[in-house]
């Protein structure tokens, strides 16, 4: 054997590899791995060339003869799978390469991680996510689709949506549209292929992070960086974007399918375990909601619970809230830093005391800087649909669905508040009650969505403080958490 010549993966062994070479360059060109060896006579049918090789009868070499065909520049080989084209910056310098889904373009946001394993479109939807990228610590996003039935609000409020993998099958019955697809309608961007398990640790460790995420190839790591550590979500007013603009009735109650309360069931002659129950209530109350950010299943379930409800923009003015003529008053879940929104602390503050009060997640909040209190931010907060809560009058613990960065501190509420919720991860304050003010509230959403029920009987908690205060106030309010029909009495 004299020399063997190859020819991108084509290997051609004797004398003529150099001959074969010249007089036909395109043979350089294929991709066969097909060998030819010493001695040999081969005759392929897989080149397009069809060069026709044969044994010239001598020992020492391989004599290669080729039509003399045109052949043309091999097609552009392109990947059958998606590239990274997306960029996570976070504050602290470190860069996340991904693939990008739903809208493009750049946004800037805090990213704080959700332990949900469900419930993607919910937490979509809800209004408290604004200004931030939300990370899903469950690993496979996107299998359920979209369906218009699970909207917490009319539209998408987060920055964006971060996954380590995007589900490229939807298998569900309700499903109508796929996930990538719905983000894009709604002008929100998504990431996946990215490492949540080492974001989220991290977020752990260093606190909530501020990020950009962008598909933007023209901006250098150093530039988006620069965003990323001009940008802060502290003392930014996000109320105002979220909130209605005028006032408007809701009537909807949660479905006959959905209902799951006994609280709110009136078996009106069937059995009270079927679902085709009657959702009644034997005193209909009048709940105005100042709308924060509220999500639409508080309202489902105030409304389930027999209420009358006018949801009013968080600007309202006190005393035309009153004007309504209440018999409760509902300070609702919003995104943001409750010191950013002075004046919704100052309506909270005017009208306490004068009607039974329900603070929810920012209502909470705010009801303690109402009542004169002070709230800080949190580590990286509270996000997910796992959080255990103990209810401290009855010792109950209630796995509860909870999105906030700010908590309230008890030791600066003044005397006669009582501490009711404690959140048992790190002991923060998870629900208060006033009774000489009629005031309760809660760090968490009752409602769920996505989440337990275990919460639900906070709004029947309300409905009784109302029933107590239409039949003559005592100064003291009661829990339906301890299990039973009766109304437990918080107050020392």
């Known amino acids: 054997m004299r020399g063997v010549g190859r020819f991108s993966g084509l290997e051609v062994c004797g004398s003529s590899a150099a001959t074969a070479s010249a007089s036909f360059p395109a043979l350089q060109s294929f991709s066969a791995s097909t060998s030819l060896f010493f001695s040999t006579r081969i005759r392929s049918q897989a080149f397009a060339a069809s060069p026709e090789l044969s044994d010239n009868g001598s020992k020492g070499s391989l004599l290669v003869t080729c039509k003399a065909v045109e052949v043309g520049a091999p097609a552009t080989v392109t990947r059958p799978w998606k590239t990274a084209d997306c960029r996570l910056v976070l504050e602290d310098g470190s860069v996340w390469r991904g693939k990008g889904f739903g809208a493009t373009g750049t946004q800037v946001g805090e990213v704080v991680f959700n332990t949900s394993l469900t419930g993607y479109q919910e937490i979509l939807t809800d209004p408290s996510y604004a200004g931030q990228f939300v990370l899903m610590t469950q690993p496979h996003i996107g299998n359920t ?4 039935d699970d909207e917490e609000s009319e539209r998408c409020f987060l920055g964006g949506l971060l996954v380590r993998s995007l589900s490229n099958t939807v298998s569900n019955w309700r499903s109508t549209e796929e996930l990538a697809a719905y983000l894009k309608k709604r002008n929100v961007m998504g990431i996946s292929d990215i ?6 640790k991290r977020l752990r460790e260093e606190g909530s992070l501020v990020g950009v995420l962008t598909t933007d190839d023209s ?3 150093g530039e988006i960086l620069a965003m990323a550590r001009t940008w802060s979500i502290v003392g930014k007013d996000l109320i105002t974007d979220v909130s209605c603009r005028q006032p408007y009735e809701w009537k909807e109650k949660t479905g006959t399918d959905w209902e799951f309360s006994s609280s709110t069931i009136v078996a009106s002659g069937q059995d009270p375990s079927d679902h085709r129950h009657e959702i009644v209530s034997s005193a209909q109350f009048h709940v105005v909601v100042y709308d924060f950010g509220v999500k639409q299943n508080i309202l489902r379930r105030l409304s389930s619970y027999g209420c009358k409800l006018t949801v009013v923009p968080s600007s309202w003015p006190a005393a035309e809230v009153m004007k309504l003529n209440p018999d409760g008053i509902l300070f609702s879940n919003g995104p943001g830093d409750p010191s950013a929104v002075p004046y919704a602390v100052e309506s909270v503050k005017a009208l306490v005391g004068k009607v039974p009060v329900f603070g929810i997640c920012m209502g909470h909040q705010l009801l303690g800087q109402a009542l004169g209190g002070t709230t800080f931010k949190m580590k990286f907060g509270h996000h997910g ?4 809560v103990r209810h401290l009058p009855t010792g109950r613990v209630e796995i509860s669905a909870q999105n906030h960065n700010y908590a309230v501190n008890p030791a600066t509420l003044p005397e006669g508040v009582q501490v009711t919720h404690v959140n048992l991860n790190d002991g923060s304050c998870a ?7 009629k005031a309760m509230s809660i760090q968490y959403h009752p409602e769920a ?7 639900d009987p906070n709004f029947y908690d309300f409905i009784k403080m109302m029933e107590h205060n239409k039949n003559g106030w005592h100064g003291s309010t009661a829990g339906a958490n301890d299990g039973d029909d009766g109304f437990a009495q918080l107050s020392a």
């Open 385 to 388: 649909g796992n959080h255990p």
């Open 431 to 437: 629900g208060l009650i006033f009774p000489a003010m």
């Open 145 to 148: 689709g979209i369906n218009l």
């Open 195 to 200: 490492d949540t398990r080492a974001i989220t």
């Open 219 to 221: 901006k250098s790591d």
């Open 449 to 455: 969505s996505p989440g337990p029920h275990d919460a």
